[in-house]
């Protein structure tokens, strides 16, 4: 008697930690998941301001000749949008640019895959840059 005991509280318990093994595992994968979907959006992010920056270095550089003097020299405003557009579309980004006085400002638009999450995260940067100005080249 005491034997027959003994097997049916074995396998009562290999029911419940087939039960807890699978539900372990199930939330390990998620947390995994969960990880790597996190890591493609901190890069998307990065690539995001990145991508931003150089837009704005790039449309700050356009300036109007015309306006060159001693005191500095104004930013062409629809040369600096092209000019980063240019720029964005061969990055594959898209984005928007301001100019205010001097600072040109851009904010890019990038998708980023995921492979838990359902379709792809949007995310943003946005930088500012003004022109250089040098004495004496």
């Known amino acids: ?21 699978l539900l372990l595992t199930t939330a390990a994968l998620f947390a995994v998941f969960l990880v790597v979907d996190g890591r493609q959006v901190i890069n998307a992010q990065e690539r995001a301001h990145h991508l931003a920056g150089e837009a704005a270095r790039i449309g700050a550089d356009q300036i109007d000749a015309g306006t ?21 579309a ?9 100019v ?6 851009v904010t890019t638009t990038i998708s980023a895959p995921t492979t838990l999450y359902p379709g792809p995260v949007t995310v943003q940067g946005t930088a500012s840059a003004s022109p250089e100005q040098r004495v004496g080249g």
């Open 68 to 88: 060159v003097t001693g005191q500095g020299a104004a930013v062409d405003p629809s040369r600096a949008y092209r000019a980063a557009q240019t720029y964005l």
């Open 90 to 98: 061969a990055e594959g980004a898209t984005g928007t640019l301001t």
């Open 1 to 21: 008697m005491k034997r027959l005991r003994a097997r049916s509280l074995s396998a009562r318990e290999n029911g419940n930690s087939v039960l807890v093994t």
């Open 100 to 105: 205010a006085g001097n600072r040109v400002t």
